[in-house]
C-alpha cells in the first residue's frame, strides 16, 4: 500500500480482556518495528521484525504482550489482559531495511483505552 | 542516563525568529540521528536524518551533529506557526531507532 496502515484506529476494551492491533507494512518493507506512546511520553520501542530472522522483543514491558508477522507482511501485536497502564497511542512502522537512511514511516496509531 | 536526553520545553520563539533544538545521546556506537517532529495528536514525520560530524541543510531545517561531544541538534530558520509542534531526536542503536521524549516548540505570531 502506499503507507503503512494500522487499525483500528481506536479502541477501547474493559480491564482484563484481550486486545489485537494490526499493522500492514509498506509492500516490500522488510523491517517492521512497533512502539507505544503514552500521554505527553516519548516513542517506546517494543517489537521489530527483520525478514525472517527471530524478532527483537526485548522492548515488551511483559509477558502479556506478544505479537507476530505473517508472511513478513501484517504484524498483530496482542495485550492479554489488558490493564489501565496499556492505555497509549501503539504506532506501527516500516522501513525498507534496518539502516535505511530515511528512517521509518510510521502509521496513524491505534489509540488503546483500558476502562 | 537515558538513551536520548530533550529538554521537554516548551520553547517558545517568535514567529521568523530561528528556533534551536539540540539533544543528547549515550551511545558513542550510534551512527545515525533523526529529527522527527510530531504535531498533536499526529504520529510522528521525518524531517531530518544526519550521519557525518557537522551541518546538513535542507530549506530551512539544519541539522547539525558533534559525535565526539555526543549532541546533535536542529535548527529552524524564519520559524513559522505551522513549525509549532513536538520535535523528537532519535538516534540508531544496533537494527533500531531509539526516540527522546520530544521538545514543544511554539511559535509566537
Known amino acids: 500500500g502506499a503507507g503503512v496502515s494500522q487499525s483500528p484506529s481506536n479502541k477501547v476494551t474493559e480491564k482484563g480482556k484481550d486486545v489485537e492491533l494490526r499493522c500492514d507494512p509498506i509492500s516490500g518493507h522488510t523491517a517492521l518495528y512497533w512502539y507505544r506512546q503514552s500521554l505527553g511520553q516519548g516513542l517506546e520501542f517494543l517489537i521489530y521484525f527483520q525478514g525472517n530472522s527471530a524478532p527483537d522483543k526485548s522492548g515488551l514491558p511483559s509477558d502479556r504482550f506478544s505479537a507476530e508477522r505473517t508472511g513478513g507482511s501484517v504484524s498483530t501485536l496482542t495485550i492479554q489482559r489488558t490493564q489501565q497502564e496499556d492505555s497509549a497511542v501503539y504506532l506501527c512502522?516500516?522501513?525498507?531495511?534496518?539502516?535505511?537512511?530515511?528512517?521509518?514511516?510510521f502509521g496513524s496509531g491505534t489509540r488503546l483505552t483500558v476502562v | 542516563q537515558k538513551e536520548v536526553e530533550q529538554n521537554s520545553g516548551p520553547l517558545s520563539v517568535p514567529e521568523g525568529a530561528i528556533a534551536s533544538l539540540n539533544c543528547t545521546y549515550s551511545?558513542?556506537?550510534?551512527?545515525?540521528f533523526f529529527w522527527y517532529r510530531q504535531y498533536s495528536g499526529k504520529s510522528p514525520e521525518l524531517i531530518m536524518s544526519i550521519y557525518s560530524n557537522g551541518d546538513k541543510e535542507d530549506g530551512r531545517f539544519t541539522a547539525q551533529l558533534n559525535k565526539a561531544s555526543q549532541y546533535v541538534s536542529l535548527l529552524i530558520r524564519d520559524s513559522q506557526p505551522s513549525d509549532s509542534a513536538t520535535y523528537l531526536c532519535a538516534v540508531n542503536r544496533d537494527d533500531k531507532i531509539i526516540f527522546g521524549k520530544g521538545t514543544r516548540l511554539h511559535i509566537l505570531p
Open positions: 512502522a516500516s522501513s525498507l531495511n534496518p539502516r535505511d537512511s530515511y528512517g521509518y514511516t
Open positions: 551511545d558513542r556506537g550510534s551512527q545515525s
